[in-house]
């Protein structure tokens, strides 16, 4: 069974540090499917990035940037500068492909508190 | 474009009640579903559906029914509620045939039971 774990529960920094976010996760699939998403003090679910299994390529969006190592079975979330506004719980997920990508399987969050 | 439409936004249960809780989406959307997150789990899976007419248990299905009459509407159904069941509950559709496509969430229904 697939699963998804991210360790740490909250962190809290200070304006302009970077934060870096683990994601650990457990699949028997050879093709899977990673997610991050942002959920915001109002509740909703903002998709932030996806990544698939045979693709290893870092990324970088701006500010933020994402580590995927399949060597290590991680996929890990940076935040570089972080502002008030990044203030929000963050969650990996995993679709394994023969679930055709509709279940997916949450870590429990990462609560990120950036304080001016 | 409306996405991924759930209504309401907040109720408020006495045990034992049943109520529904709607999700309405305008993508043409084959696939949907419905999550129920609770602190520090993190979303977990209650039901989905492929298509019209097909459903199946997720994670947590019990105390929870659904069906899919259309395209377009997956509601969820309380049969009896229980405090157990008080959550935030989130519905999710996307397209057939592009698994890495990421899921369109709903604004979610913030759910108490007394």
């Known amino acids: 069974a697939q699963k998804v774990t991210q360790a740490q529960t909250e962190i809290s920094v200070v304006e302009k540090e970077d934060v870096t976010l683990d994601c650990v996760y457990e699949t028997r699939d050879t093709t899977y499917y990673l997610f991050w998403y942002k959920q915001p003090p109002s509740g909703e679910l903002v998709f932030l990035i996806r990544?698939?299994?045979?693709?290893?390529q870092n990324e970088i969006s701006g500010r933020y940037s994402w580590n995927f190592q399949k060597s290590t079975s991680s996929f890990n979330f940076t935040i570089t500068a972080s502002q008030v506004v990044d203030s929000a719980v963050y969650f990996c997920?995993?679709?394994?492909?023969?679930?055709?990508?509709?279940?997916?399987?949450f870590g429990g969050g990462t609560r990120v508190l950036v304080k001016p | 474009n409306a996405g991924v439409t759930q209504t309401p936004k907040f109720q408020v249960l006495k045990t034992g009640q049943s109520m529904t809780l709607q999700c309405a989406q305008d993508?043409?959307?084959?696939?949907m579903s419905w999550y129920r997150q609770d602190p520090g789990m993190g979303l977990r899976l209650i039901h989905y559906?492929?298509?019209?007419?097909?459903?199946d248990q997720g994670e947590v299905p019990n105390g929870y029914n659904v069906s899919r009459s259309t395209t377009e509407d997956f509601p969820l159904r309380l049969l009896s509620a229980a405090p157990s069941q008080t959550s935030v509950y989130f519905c999710?559709?996307?397209?057939?045939?592009?698994?890495?496509?990421?899921?369109?969430f709903g604004d979610g229904t913030r759910l108490s039971i007394l």
């Open positions: 993508m043409n959307h084959e696939y």
């Open positions: 999710a559709s996307r397209r057939r045939g592009d698994s890495n496509q990421p899921q369109h």
């Open positions: 559906s492929v298509g019209a007419g097909i459903t």
């Open positions: 990544r698939n299994s045979f693709d290893e």
């Open positions: 997920a995993l679709s394994e492909e023969n679930d055709a990508g509709n279940k997916l399987t």
